[in-house]
């Protein structure tokens, strides 16, 4: 299995999330090349995507979301999503890993992600990862209401 960086928008990735996407949500939209292009060429986002098989295609994907703020430098893990045909094969292990490293290079003292309670295996594998579950409440403002 090999972990990189998308670097610029191509047809397979923007097939990867075609398939991926309603794997990750039922609800949201599937990303076109305009918005992956802006994920990939914003300094506050890597995108990740995981290869496996012969030939390797794109069988997962992982947002770290970087910014600073007054406190530090912050990061997110966003959109962790591996292919049906593949999970329980350390993939998303290995793009989480990753993004740790990349976190911890940037500056980033801790990593933050939300997990729905549902998603049992994630959540343990989360944990298995040194995550730890916070003491906190998640409040979210939907953008109906700002226009």
């Known amino acids: 299995m090999i972990i990189q960086e998308a670097t610029e928008v191509t047809p397979e990735l ?7 996407t309603p794997q990750l949500s ?6 076109g090349a305009d918005e992956l292009a802006e994920i990939v060429g914003s300094a506050a986002t890597v995108l990740l995507v995981a290869r496996d098989g012969e030939p390797a295609g794109i069988v997962g994907t992982l947002t770290l979301a970087l ?26 292990s290995a ?5 740790l490293r990349r976190a911890e290079a940037a500056g980033a003292r801790t990593v933050d992600l939300t997990s729905r309670p ?3 295996a994630a959540n343990l594998l989360y944990r298995r990862l040194g995550f730890e579950l916070r003491d906190t409440n ?6 109906g209401g700002l226009g």
């Open 14 to 20: 923007v097939d990867a999330f075609v398939r991926l």
């Open 26 to 31: 039922r609800i949201s939209p599937v990303p």
């Open 67 to 92: 910014f600073r703020i007054p406190t530090g430098v912050r990061a997110w893990v966003e959109d962790v999503v591996v292919d049906g045909s593949v999970r329980g094969r350390g993939v998303a």
């Open 95 to 99: 793009l989480t890993r990753e993004a």
């Open 118 to 120: 549902s998603r049992e």
């Open 138 to 143: 998640v409040y979210r403002y939907s953008a």
